[in-house]
């Protein structure tokens, strides 16, 4: 790949999505884009970085984008902040809400693995919930993997990724070669398409936001900016979740890590003890 083409495409990639693209990972640029190339009967990479060069293409863009983006994900990946979100925060929550609402945000949702793991954790505890008005979002950058999520159906490898199997038998229903996840816990997420580069304007408070495995990919600028985004739009005892590699410490001053908690962070202003093991 010609130098200048990859900078033209590294420089794209960083002002649509934020992704930083190193020198060293010329292989992920040409292995995923070289199918991009393919859909649009294009000779190859060098072809399409010229039609991008030459159209400017904002629908050309966006496929490349996607095809650039990490898309993995699956149920309950990690365990350990579910098992916090269970023990820790939403008893807590429980108790201070006395309006009886719980708004959760899942940025960078992907095709739906991680909103529908806490979907899942909060029918479990029904009937608690039952007269709670909950609100459960999902945003990715992806369109094409929110059509995906908005689906809910997984393959069997999918579903065997992290899903433990009496929820899968009571939450899931095979049709064919799929598994699709049942109304009453698709129902539960409302999925749109959003841009963590752009303004958050439209959003609500936040009880609780997942943001995880995305930081990774920014520069400190951004990783601050998206930080300082994400505060305003989180009530002031609300948790955020982030990636077992990322952290805010160095990095922005909106948030504390939770004393004892692995990738649980909260905003400065609350209580010392929050969502602290007791």
């Not at 693209?21 to 991009?36: F, G, I």
């Not at 998206?226 to 989180?234: D, E, F, G, P, S």
Request: charged share 30%.
């Amino acid at each position: 790949m010609k130098p200048e083409d990859f900078e033209l495409m590294r420089s794209l990639l960083k002002a649509k999505s934020g992704l930083i693209v190193q020198p060293d990972k010329v292989y992920l640029l040409e292995s995923r884009l070289t199918p991009v190339a393919r859909a649009h009967n294009l000779d190859g990479l060098e072809a399409l970085v010229d039609t991008v060069r030459r159209t400017k293409d904002p629908k050309l863009i966006e496929e490349i984008t996607d095809a650039m983006t990490t898309n993995e994900s699956f149920f309950f990946r990690d365990n350990t902040p579910f098992d916090i979100l269970k023990k820790n925060v939403l008893p807590i929550l429980e108790k201070k809400r006395t309006s009886r609402t719980l708004k959760i945000w899942c940025a960078a949702a992907s095709s739906g693995q991680e909103p529908y793991s806490i979907a899942m954790i909060l029918k479990e505890q029904m009937p608690k919930w039952e007269n709670w008005n909950i609100d459960i979002y999902g945003t990715d950058i992806s369109r094409k993997i929110l059509e995906k999520a908005r689906e809910g159906r997984y393959s069997q490898f999918e579903v065997q990724r992290g899903l433990p199997v009496q929820m899968m038998i009571k939450y899931f229903d095979q049709r064919g070669d799929g598994w699709y996840i049942g109304d009453e816990i698709r129902k539960m997420v409302r999925y749109e398409y959003m841009n963590l580069l752009d303004t958050f304007g439209v959003l609500p408070q936040f009880d609780i936001v997942f943001c995880r495995n995305v930081l990774i990919y920014f520069d400190p600028e951004t990783k601050a900016d998206t930080l300082a985004k994400i505060r305003k739009v989180m009530r002031d005892d609300g948790a955020l979740f982030l990636g077992a590699a990322e952290t805010v410490l160095g990095i922005s001053k909106e948030f504390r890590p939770v004393k004892g908690q692995r990738g649980i962070y909260v905003p400065t202003a609350s209580e010392d003890h929050l969502y602290e093991d007791v």
